[in-house]
Structures are given as structure tokens and as C-alpha cells.
């Protein structure tokens, strides 16, 4: 804890590269551990573009799953700890030497944006300042779980959308997908039943990353990590591209890893830090 917090003193660019275990105390599932999405649903058939193509239906299913969950949790410690470093103010008290910190979540939940929101709003900044912070400290490379794109790529219109049911035909069906694994036995939905773009009705997409697809902002994460000279990799098994990669480009550039995960079998290199335990214990305690 110690070594941790002269490292962060002397720090100047501070990235946060974070996994779902940032919202398991949340509630919110992971995809890999035990109970992780992954280990009761086929990601194959529900979280590449592949499988929407095939069967929008499923697909559209499992992601009002999730919606139904995410929304009914809240942020937890760990995503306030970290909102905290986006308030320039408080990043300075914690690390006096700091320029920069950015929060690259492969998490869809929006809870990081909600939590520093909350902080933002506590520390009474303008709603401008809120917003130019969310952007500038805050980037959600895996997309977001409540906004909704358009599949005709003349119009590719995106917005945010959080209501629940986002159309009747998918009401009650996330009680289905939680009884049911496996997918031949949920209901099949015709496609006009499902979301449609409200700009020029073709079928709309949950605004989210699959695999095979490219991630959003990533010349902002390069050049973030980059420069970054301490990385806290927060609640990730590091198992997915190009998240994966992010702590040994600031280890081999010489800069400093330290790690807060469950496990202490994550994929580490070069110079790091472990501390194992739930993050939205260790995170607040460690950095504040
Ligand atoms: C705690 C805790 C607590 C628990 N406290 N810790 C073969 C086929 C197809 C693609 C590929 C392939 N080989 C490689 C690829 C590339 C692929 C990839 O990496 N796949 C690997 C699985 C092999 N990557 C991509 O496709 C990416 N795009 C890309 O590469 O574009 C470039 C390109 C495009 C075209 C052609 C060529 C190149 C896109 C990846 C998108 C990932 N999407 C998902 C789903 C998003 C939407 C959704 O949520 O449904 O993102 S997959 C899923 O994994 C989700 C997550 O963001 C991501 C990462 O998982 P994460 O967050 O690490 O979660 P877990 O569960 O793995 O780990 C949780 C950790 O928390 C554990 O370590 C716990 O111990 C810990 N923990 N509680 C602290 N309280
Ligand atoms: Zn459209």
C-alpha cells in the first residue's frame, strides 16, 4: 500500500483500465468467473454481429437482460473511488503531480459515467464542466449498454434509450433468459416487433461492442495509454483484445501496473502491484 501510494505522487498520466468485476458489487454479472455470463449463455450466438445478423431476435433478448438487470443497480465504491480521480481537484490532492487520468471501461453498464455524475454534481460543478469531463475522463471502449444504433449504415443514427421494456414484444421475456440457458428455448420475435430506428425505422442494435467489431475511441485509448506512466488495472482477466494489452504497453514504456482483481491469476507483465480482494474495498483504501 505503501509503495502504492509514492508511486501515485509521483504520477503524471494515470490511466484506469477496468473489467466487469468494477461492477460486481454492483450486482452485475461478470462474463468469465463463476456465475460470469459466459459460463451459462453461448457468447457466439449472442455477442457477435454474426449472430444478430442470423437471429436479431436472441440477440435482442439477452441484451433486455441485461438491460433489465443493469438497471435496477447502482454504483458502488470502487466506481466512486475512481470518479473521484476525474474531478481535477481531487485527482491533484491524490497525486499532486498529475496531468492527466482517464478511466478506460470495457464495462457497457454506464455506472462509472452515473457515479461521477453523482461526484461531479457533489463537488457542485456546471453541468458544462460534467460533461466535458465525462468525455475527456471517461471512455466506455465496449459501448453502451442503453444506447441503441441504427443497422442501416447510410443513416447509422445512435441514441441513448432506457426504457424498459425498449418495445413491447421483449417485455417479460428476461425471465425466460434467466430460467433458460440455452437459447433453443426462447421465443422467437418477427424483427418488426423488435427495436426500430426512430430516424428511418430500419432495425435498431443494441449500441455495444461484439467481438470482431472495432472498439469505439481508439486513437483517444492509444494515445492515452501511451502516455500513461501508471496503470490501475481494475476487475478485468485481461483475456479480451486490445483491452488486453494495455498494461504492458505502460509497463514496457517503463511506467507502473498495479492490479486490484479477486484473483490473483490475471495476465500480468513487467513491473506491477497485486492487490487482491474486491475493489470496492481496496480501491477507496488505496487511493484516498
Ligand atoms: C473482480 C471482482 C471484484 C470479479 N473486484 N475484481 C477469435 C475470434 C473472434 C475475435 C477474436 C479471436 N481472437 C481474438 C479476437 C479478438 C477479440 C478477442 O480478444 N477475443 C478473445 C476472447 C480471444 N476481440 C475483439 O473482437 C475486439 N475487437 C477487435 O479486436 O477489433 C479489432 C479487429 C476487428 C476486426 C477484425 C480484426 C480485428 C472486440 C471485443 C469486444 C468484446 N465484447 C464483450 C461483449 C460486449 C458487449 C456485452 O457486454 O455484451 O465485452 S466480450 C466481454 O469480455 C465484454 C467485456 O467487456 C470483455 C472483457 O471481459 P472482462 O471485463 O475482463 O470480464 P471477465 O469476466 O473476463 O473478468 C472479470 C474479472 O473481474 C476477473 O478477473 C475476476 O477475477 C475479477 N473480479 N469480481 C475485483 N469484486
Ligand atoms: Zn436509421
Request: charged fraction near 20%.
Amino acid at each position: 500500500m505503501e509503495a502504492f501510494q509514492e508511486i501515485l505522487k509521483r504520477s503524471k498520466n494515470i490511466v484506469a483500465i477496468a473489467g466487469a468485476g468494477l461492477s460486481a458489487g454492483s450486482g452485475i454479472p461478470t462474463f468469465r468467473g463463476a456465475g460470469g455470463l459466459w459460463r451459462k449463455y453461448d457468447a457466439i450466438s449472442l455477442a457477435t454481429p454474426e449472430a444478430f445478423r442470423s437471429d436479431p431476435s436472441l440477440v435482442w433478448q439477452f441484451y433486455h437482460y441485461r438491460r433489465t438487470i443493469a438497471g435496477q443497480k447502482s454504483p458502488n465504491a470502487a466506481h466512486y473511488a475512481l470518479a473521484s480521480l476525474s474531478i481535477p481537484s481531487v485527482l491533484k490532492r491524490v497525486a499532486p503531480n498529475a496531468e492527466s487520468f482517464t478511466l478506460v471501461t470495457q464495462n457497457i453498464d454506464g455506472l462509472s459515467t452515473r457515479a461521477f455524475r453523482e461526484v461531479a454534481q457533489r463537488h457542485s460543478l456546471s453541468e458544462r464542466d460534467i460533461d466535458n469531463l465525462t468525455r475527456d475522463t471517461i471512455i466506455e471502449m465496449h459501448g453502451r449498454l442503453f444506447d441503441v444504433l441504427c443497422t442501416d449504415s447510410s443513416c447509422g443514427h445512435r441514441e441513448h434509450n432506457t426504457t424498459n421494456p425498449i418495445c413491447p414484444a421483449l417485455a417479460g421475456t428476461e425471465e425466460i433468459t434467466e430460467r433458460h440457458h440455452e437459447i433453443d428455448e426462447w421465443p422467437a420475435i418477427a424483427p418488426l416487433d423488435l427495436p426500430r430506428c426512430p430516424k428511418c425505422d430500419a432495425l435498431a442494435r443494441p449500441g455495444v461492442v461484439w467481438f470482431g467489431e472495432g472498439i469505439q475511441r481508439t486513437y483517444t485509448i492509444d494515445s492515452v495509454v501511451e502516455k500513461a506512466d501508471l496503470a490501475l488495472v481494475v476487475g478485468t482477466s485481461s483475456t479480451v483484445y486490445p483491452a488486453s494489452g494495455y498494461q504492458s504497453i505502460v509497463a514496457e514504456s517503463g511506467g507502473n501496473v498495479a492490479v486490484f482483481n479477486i484473483d490473483d491469476d490475471t495476465i500480468s507483465s513487467g513491473r506491477h502491484l497485486s492487490f487482491i480482494g474486491k475493489c470496492e474495498d481496496i480501491l477507496p483504501t488505496a487511493l484516498f
